[in-house]
């Protein structure tokens, strides 16, 4: 069946440093991609998707880029900040409807 | 409303106890979903509707759990006779038809004790 795998965390980084958070899948179709991130307290927030091979999703400073050759869509970020200290989370659809599959989620913590 | 709205925000039970977790999804939302996290683990899918449609219960970890959705809307999850393991938050999603995005609430933490 289909399955995400992301980097475990927690990462600790300091304020501007660069993030990557590696996640990888399993799908035997063409899936849709997508990072969510959970604030304390909060509940899931769509971060980005892509929905094709090469897309390049982005919002808030973070990019990710689906990558089929290598069912990859690692997330970045050239400069954290406190504020995204937070839980990401890769997830996949398969096709319309079906629910989405989560990694473990990665715990980011920003230092000052 | 605005978003999808899960209610109560926390629910401390008995062991024991029978407990239902509501969730009003977006307005013209067709699916719907249940999520549980559990510490330290991702989020496990647990059932799915859409629309008029037999639900998909698959996730679903054992009997005591069940799901239902009146009139296209809102969802009710019951855990019956709960267990410690049982304790999470359950989180509920809602999409459009057709859609791969979904959107979440913000949980219901639940605490057996």
């Known amino acids: 069946g289909d399955s995400v795998t992301q980097m475990e965390g927690p990462v600790t980084l300091s304020e501007e440093a660069f993030l990557t958070i590696n996640c990888t899948y399993t799908?035997?179709?063409?899936?849709?991609l997508f990072w969510y991130v959970q604030y304390p307290g909060e509940g899931l927030q769509l971060l980005l998707k892509?929905?094709?091979?090469?897309d390049k999703g982005s919002n808030k400073g973070f990019e990710a880029t689906y990558r089929k050759e290598t069912t990859s869509f690692h997330l970045e970020k050239g400069s954290v900040q406190v504020s995204d200290s937070a839980v990401y989370f890769c997830?996949?659809?398969?096709?319309?409807?079906?629910?989405?599959?989560f990694g473990k989620g990665t715990r980011l913590s920003v230092i000052a | 409303g605005a978003g999808v709205s899960q209610s109560p925000s926390n629910k401390v039970t008995e062991k024991g106890k029978d407990v239902e977790l509501r969730c009003d999804p977006i307005?013209?939302?067709?699916?719907l979903y249940w999520y549980r996290q559990s510490l330290g683990q991702g989020l496990e899918f647990l059932i799915y509707?859409?629309?008029?449609?037999?639900?998909?219960k698959s996730g679903l970890p054992s009997d005591r759990f069940s799901a239902e959705r009146t009139g296209g809307s809102v969802s009710t999850l019951t855990i019956q006779r709960t267990q410690q393991e049982d304790s999470a938050v359950y989180l509920c999603?809602?999409?459009?038809?057709?859609?791969?995005?979904?959107?979440f609430g913000q949980g219901t933490r639940l605490t057996v004790v």
């Open positions: 509707f859409q629309g008029n449609s037999a639900p998909d």
């Open positions: 999603a809602s999409s459009f038809k057709g859609a791969t995005e979904a959107f």
């Open positions: 997830a996949l659809s398969d096709q319309g409807n079906t629910p989405l599959v």
């Open positions: 799908a035997t179709g063409y899936p849709s």
């Open positions: 892509a929905t094709k091979a090469d």
């Open positions: 307005s013209g939302h067709t699916a």
